[in-house]
């Protein structure tokens, strides 16, 4: 199971992959969460401690690394565009809670794109993770999908773009399913949270196609305290995870 988890900024998109990530970690399944986006909040949605986090380097920012895998250096303009990283998640992954955690963290590609050694890094690792890893990865990714590409999408089953009650999120949608479909991917499902009531169920019903819906996770304040704490959204609410856990179970259907 091959998943990319993308949405707005501030929608909950994290609380989704971390807790998905678990409960497949619950059946005894290996599990890799890759954190993708700037924010780089995963880990404390899995339950690693600030502490634990803070001794954990994103792949992109590893200088030594990459020049040693690419070849580039100040001195050396030309690099491989194949290096080698079918190692890198099992060496610089980090457990908790049955969950490998692999902080990719992105490369800034200032408006014109970026063909820099660290972004070749980036798609090659993730190409790895779509296409020669066995378990079950998830990418907590951003809003857009920049970092992906053919070569990568290809493994993947399906994107998941998590949204909130509004008119920004479903533009949101439109555009990841766009761009989605551009990559060759046709199957992008959404997950609705901070659900109040059934106006906002009714609300987005009426904006996203029935086969694309893949549940709602409801406004929920224990998620709020997990944030505060600091802790795993997992640890605080059965109620969050019980209705991730039946689009899961939807999702595996699928």
Do not use: W
Not at 12 to 41: H, I, S
Not at 69 to 93: C, H, W
Not at 147 to 162: K, N
């Amino acid at each position: 199971m091959k998943i990319a988890v993308t949405g707005k900024g501030g929608v909950g998109k994290t609380t989704f992959a971390a807790t998905l990530a678990r409960l497949y970690a619950d059946e005894g399944r290996p599990v890799l969460a890759a954190d993708v986006d700037p924010d780089a909040n995963l880990g404390l949605a899995l339950g690693f401690t600030e502490e634990e986090l803070e001794q954990i380097v994103p792949i992109t920012k590893m200088r030594k690394l990459i020049e040693e895998r690419t070849g580039a250096t100040e001195d050396n303009a030309f690099y491989k565009l194949n290096p080698q990283v079918s190692d890198i998640p099992d060496k610089y992954g980090k457990l908790c809670n049955g969950v490998r955690l692999l902080v990719l963290g992105t490369v800034d590609t200032a408006g014109g794109g970026c063909v820099c050694p660290e972004h070749v890094m980036l798609k090659r690792i993730l190409n790895n993770l779509m296409l020669h890893r066995k378990d079950v990865v998830i990418l907590d990714m951003e809003a857009g999908l920049e970092h992906l590409g053919r070569g990568t999408t290809a493994g993947m089953d399906q994107f998941v773009v998590v949204i909130e009650p509004g008119a920004r999120s479903i533009q949101t949608y439109t555009n990841v399913k766009r761009l989605a479909d551009g990559l060759g991917v046709k199957r992008v499902r959404v997950v609705a949270n901070k659900v109040r009531d059934e106006k906002d169920e009714e609300f987005i019903k009426s904006r996203i196609p029935e086969e694309d819906l893949l549940g709602f996770i409801h406004y929920n304040s224990e998620i709020i305290d997990a944030d505060r704490s600091g802790a795993s959204p997992y640890d605080f609410s059965e109620v969050a995870v019980n209705e991730i856990r039946k689009i899961k179970e939807k999702i595996d259907a699928e």
